[in-house]
């Protein structure tokens, strides 16, 4: 029953249809399982050949056109693979088309690799039109391909249509430099040329075409595969390829750099021993008479016969024919036959004899450089490289015959900077292209010798520069086991360095070539060369290297020792951003980094550069991040301490330069500072950060900081054992101590405490340290009498007086501040100290030419001292008193005080000559220091109803006048004292006829004016009363 049931399921028409959908759903994506590989295969193939194109070196600018375009493709086939190609026979057929012609052009590509290079440029019209007809097949195919994908296709249908228009219409031609290469060969095979100058000089021509070095073992490979080519050539029995590639190979070979070094040896040991055998003397044989063309009178290079048995020079004979003549030029026969032989014979005679005289010319030259006489030594040099020029084969002979060894020594052991340049010249010509002779360079010590040339002059630099880069050079590449040797002398890496910043162009272009090319073999050279003050590498290296380079140079520039004008050079160069860009990285990145920001940022140019780049707020987030290795807190501190150092928080910005928020950061920094396991750098360069955030903004900031109860974290670090630390929390306390006062007093109650803190006055050496603590006395209340004691017991007070005598201007205006304490006029004998020190004389200096604060502390100082004056000055017994002067005894009494005063011992201002000095202070309308000088001046009228001395002594030091012009632009305190002051000096009559109607005219303004002070305009009018009294 049940399968009955199922017979009768399977042989319905609903399952036969579902399965015959399902069936064709299974087909339908294996077919485009199918197309997705045949896609991916063709993209694989594209990619190879466009790769491989890059590489070709023959017609290389045809080939990169070709990878372009292969290049372009690449991005079609993609799109057809991940949109599913439908199957389909035209897309079958197309992906088909394009896949053979893709391998027809690896096929070309592959080609031009592998096959002898002189071959291939021999063949480059060929090869260009065959790559032409490829690029064009390919784009035929391009476009079958495109129309069975037409609806995948249609986002990018134009960038299609153009690139296979583009294909199918391009034109690929030879370059001109080789075109003239073939023509030269052509003509040479047509004209049959033998001479050996012209092959030298078609052989290199071809060698520096094709990227051959032009070395004897180099190019006997390349001859060798030409051979191979025409015995393939003669397998497929094409008979004119064969004579042709035969007559190519026997005119290369005549080339020296073909011929076998052992068959240039044994030829110079053969024309040695000739001239030997002869007796050869000198340094010329003459050529035999035969070797002389009649037309030429010269002796022959390319000699020809005619048919009369005359040789001539081809050229010239040439020459004579074309001019119409038809005889013997020697003879004066007539010429029955005008071809022109060549006469191989006197040829090989010739070049014998030119063999011979150069054998001759090198066996003197060494003669000559033997004796040891620069004279001569530079004639023999000159004369090696001109026959180097006639003919390279003397490059092998000279180092055969020993030369390159004489003449390094020469270069070693001479003093004289004209045989030293002639050396370096000469050396050049006789390793240029090379590679045995520079190895008897080297090995015979020259390369330490061309190194000490390259600190000499320009001119003899500039050829030790040369010669130094001809000698790295390996054929088309460079000496990889010579560049690790230069990299061992250090010294060489500098005076390279050097030649970069000189004037000669040539020489600089050369050097940093040599440099590049040292730094990209080994990284170690980038540090020798950064430590040399030059930077490209390194900067190359962070934006380019690997990770483990760029950790290795960050690592090396946070230890260099560098000057502010280096550091600008590297901000410059773009290493900052490079580095912010390493914060992204692991740990060791991220401290390297750090590291090398951190001796950056010492330079003020750069720390602008870091806060434009965002790095500052990277840099907070690394510091106030709770878990972070201690190398990284330490190193973010020590940027925020450069970056506040002296801008404060003007580099605190996010990268649009927006201030961020500087309470969250200072309280930020006074938490860290409360932690008790803190390292001594972070500790002094999170002080440090605060300075200057509080130097730049006090009023934000010192409330801040009080609040984070930061004073209480800083006071005891005036104790500790760093004494950098103990600095930067003086410099800091000193911004904010004045908020709590009480707090730094109780601080300093004990004595060894204020000894400690003494001692900061006792580094002469660090003014700044000086003014700080200085200024931490001068905020404290001097009421406090306990603790001036401490400072005296201490030794505080010669401190502060010799930093009033030589100190900075902010240096005299802290001491200032703080010798008031010890002037109370409680305290006599403190006073008394003080001045016996040699204070007045410095105060007097001090109005006249100190700043206006150093101006009001020492008229204040001043007041303190005239206030004990009166108690002081005691008159002589019998004395009787005079307004003016003199006694009855002849002791000269003071004109104020009464009695016997002087600077010392009373501390009488008139004595120590400072009412001028007070007087001026008034006339200069200096504020704060007017109002000082006002109060010290009244120190000077006593309190009886009538004070002639003082009144006296204000109207000669002309006092009166400025006093009276205060009231007219004075604030209303110094007014006030003013007003005071006159009140007094006007119960003088003398006085009130002098200045009563000036005085009137100001009193009465002053009184008039309503935004005045009641109690100053009340007090002006009760003057004027009293002078109405008058």
Request: with cysteine.
């Amino acid at each position: 029953m049940h399968a009955d049931y199922l017979w009768s399921l399977v042989t319905s028409e609903e399952f036969r249809h579902a399965f015959w959908n399902q069936w064709k759903s299974v087909q339908r994506r294996r077919l485009c399982m199918v197309m997705f590989w045949a896609c991916g295969s063709a993209q694989i193939l594209v990619i190879k050949t466009a790769k491989a194109a890059k590489d070709v070196l023959i017609e290389k600018e045809s080939f990169k056109i070709l990878s372009k375009y292969l290049h372009d493709i690449e991005p079609v086939l993609k799109q057809l693979q991940l949109h599913e190609l439908k199957d389909s026979q035209s897309a079958r057929r197309a992906l088909e088309f394009l896949s053979e012609d893709v391998s027809t052009a690896q096929s070309l590509i592959d080609k031009c690799t592998n096959r002898s290079r002189f071959y291939l440029l021999l063949k480059c019209r060929q090869i260009v039109k065959e790559a032409q007809q490829a690029t064009r097949d390919i784009g035929r195919s391009l476009a079958s391909l495109s129309l069975s994908g037409t609806e995948i296709l249609a986002d990018m249908s134009e960038k299609v249509n153009q690139l296979h228009h583009e294909m199918q219409k391009a034109e690929f031609k030879s370059s001109n430099s080789q075109l003239k290469i073939i023509d030269k060969l052509n003509q040479g095979i047509l004209e049959h040329k033998t001479d050996q100058g012209f092959a030298n000089d078609l052989v290199e021509e071809i060698a520096r075409a094709v990227g051959v070095p032009i070395e004897p073992s180099e190019i006997s490979r390349e001859i060798a595969s030409f051979k191979q080519e025409r015995e393939e050539a003669a397998l497929r029995k094409e008979s004119e390829e064969v004579f042709f590639l035969q007559q190519v190979i026997s005119l290369l070979s005549r080339a020296d750099a073909a011929k076998d070094e052992e068959e240039i040896e044994a030829c110079y040991i053969r024309r040695v021993r000739t001239v030997e055998k002869y007796g050869g003397k000198g340094d010329f044989i003459p050529p035999f008479n035969s070797f002389i063309c009649p037309l030429k009178k010269d002796v022959m290079i390319d000699p020809v016969s005619l048919c009369t048995g005359t040789t001539c020079e081809r050229a010239y004979i040439k020459a004579w024919l074309d001019g119409g003549n038809d005889t013997d030029p020697e003879t004066g026969q007539h010429l029955d036959d005008f071809s022109l032989r060549p006469n191989v014979r006197m040829r090989e005679s010739i070049e014998e004899w030119v063999e011979r005289n150069y054998c001759l010319k090198i066996r003197s030259a060494k003669s000559e450089l033997l004796l040891g006489s620069d004279v001569t030594t530079v004639a023999a040099l000159n004369e090696l490289k001109e026959f180097i020029n006639d003919n390279s084969i003397n490059k092998y002979w000279i180092g055969i015959e020993g030369l390159v060894d004489i003449i390094v020594s020469i270069l070693g052991n001479s003093h004289n900077k004209d045989v030293k340049r002639a050396v370096l010249v000469t050396l050049l010509v006789i390793v240029k292209g090379h590679a045995k002779n520079k190895d008897k360079v080297v090995d015979s010590g020259g390369l330490d010798y061309i190194v000490r040339c390259l600190i000499r002059d320009s001119i003899t630099s500039k050829a030790a520069v040369e010669l130094l880069f001809e000698l790295l050079l390996d054929g088309s590449g460079w000496n990889v086991a010579l560049l690790k040797k230069l990299s061992k002398k250090k010294s060489c890496v500098i005076c390279l360095v050097n030649l970069l910043n000189g004037a000669v162009v040539e020489s600089s272009e050369k050097a940093e070539a040599i440099l590049l090319k040292l730094c990209e073999e080994d990284d170690d050279n980038i540090k020798h060369v950064a430590a040399a003050n030059w930077y490209k590498p390194l900067i190359n290296c962070l934006h380019q290297g690997p990770e483990s380079s760029r950790i290795s140079m960050a690592g090396a520039l946070s230890k260099m020792e560098l000057v502010n004008q280096n550091l600008k050079l590297l901000g410059e160069g773009g290493a900052i951003p490079l580095l912010l860009d390493m914060l992204a990285n692991g740990i060791e990145s991220k401290s390297a980094a750090l590291g090398a920001l951190a001796k950056l940022s010492a330079c003020h140019e750069n720390r602008k550069l870091i806060a434009q780049a965002g790095g500052v707020p990277l840099i907070l987030d690394l510091l106030f991040t709770p878990i972070v290795p201690t190398i990284i807190i330490e190193k973010c501190s020590e940027i925020l301490a450069n970056l506040s150092s002296a801008n404060g928080t003007r580099f605190l910005v996010d990268s649009e330069e927006s201030p961020l928020y500087l309470e969250e950061i200072v309280t930020n920094l006074v938490s860290i500072q409360q932690k008790p396991t803190l390292c001594e750098a972070i500790r002094k360069y999170i002080l440090l950060a605060l300075l200057g955030i509080c130097r730049s903004e006090p009023e934000r900031t010192e409330t801040l900081v009080s609040g984070s109860e930061g004073l209480s974290v800083i006071l005891p670090l005036l104790e500790h054992s760093n004494p950098e630390t103990r600095e930067a929390s003086v410099k800091l306390l000193s911004c904010f101590s004045h908020l709590e006062t009480d707090t730094v007093t109780a601080f300093l109650s004990s004595s060894k405490r204020v000894e400690a803190f003494v001692s900061f006055f006792e580094d002469e050496k660090n003014p700044e340290l000086q003014a700080a603590a200085a200024q931490i006395l001068s905020l404290l209340p001097n009421s406090d009498i306990s603790l001036t004691e401490s400072l005296i017991g201490s030794g505080a007070l010669p401190h502060l007086i010799r930093m009033l005598r030589f100190g900075s201007s902010e240096a005299k205006e802290k001491a200032l501040g703080a010798i008031i304490r010890f002037t109370e006029p409680s305290m006599v004998d403190m006073q008394r100290m003080v001045v016996e020190m040699g204070v007045y004389p410095l105060l007097v200096e001090s109005l006249h030419s100190g700043s206006s604060l150093s101006k009001t502390r020492s008229a204040a100082t001043m007041a303190n001292l005239s206030r004990s004056t009166p108690n002081l000055s005691i008159a002589p017994e019998g004395s009787g008193f005079f307004c003016f002067g003199l006694n009855r005894s002849r002791t000269i009494l003071c004109k104020v005080h009464g009695g016997v005063c002087d600077s010392l011992t009373t501390f009488c201002l008139l004595k120590a000559d400072a009412l001028p000095a007070l007087v001026k202070v008034l006339r200069e309308k200096a504020g704060s220091a007017a109002k000082e000088a006002v109060v010290a001046l009244a120190t000077l009228v006593c309190e009886d109803d009538i004070c002639y001395g003082a009144a006296w002594a204000l109207h000669e030091a002309g006092a009166i006048d400025p006093l009276l012009d205060i009231l007219l632009w004075g604030t209303s305190d110094t007014k006030e004292e003013v007003v005071g002051l006159l009140e007094k000096v006007f119960t003088v009559r003398e006085v009130v006829d002098s200045y009563g109607l000036d005085a009137k005219l100001s009193l009465v303004k002053l009184s008039m004016q309503e935004h005045e002070n009641v109690h100053v305009r009340s007090k002006a009018m009760k003057v004027l009363s009293q002078l109405e009294h008058y």
